[in-house]
Nanobody, 120 residues
Framework: VQLQASGGGLVQAGGSLRLSCAAS????????MAWYRQAPGKQRELVAT???????RYADSMKGRFTISRDNAKNTVYLQMNTLKPEDTAVYYC???????????????WGQGTLVTVSS
């Protein structure tokens, strides 16, 4: 099982980016999916989560600007980021709670991270 994130890049302040993260491998079930981010010199922080039923939760600083969504048929989670600010510059990581086909329990998996740079 692996997560592959994509969509990062350089954008000017006020611009938008859409991140994607696809889970692949021998998967029985994908539960909650999430995005985290880690800015230089800072700890990793939660950006948003989405359950398999579509319930979402956001960090306060992202509410109204970021939208998390998912396509269960593709085991893919998205993060639409609008009105980006320089302080949104960070490596963004996807996370998913997955039940592999060979397991009877759920495990947390992480993507490799994708860099988002917002210039002022």
């Amino acid at each position: 099982v692996q997560l592959q994130a994509s969509g990062g890049g350089l954008v000017q302040a006020g611009g938008s980016l859409r991140l994607s993260c696809a889970a692949s491998g021998s998967i029985f079930w994908v539960n909650t999916m999430a995005w985290y981010r880690q800015a230089p010199g800072k700890q990793r922080e939660l950006v948003a989560t989405i359950t398999d039923g579509g319930a979402t939760r956001y960090a306060d600083s992202m509410k109204g600007r970021f939208t998390i969504s998912r396509d269960n048929a593709k085991n893919t989670v998205y993060l639409q980021m609008n009105t980006l600010k320089p302080e949104d510059t960070a490596v963004y990581y996807c996370n998913a709670n997955i039940r592999p086909r060979w397991s009877t329990s759920d495990d947390d998996y992480w993507g490799q991270g994708t860099l988002v740079t917002v210039s002022s």
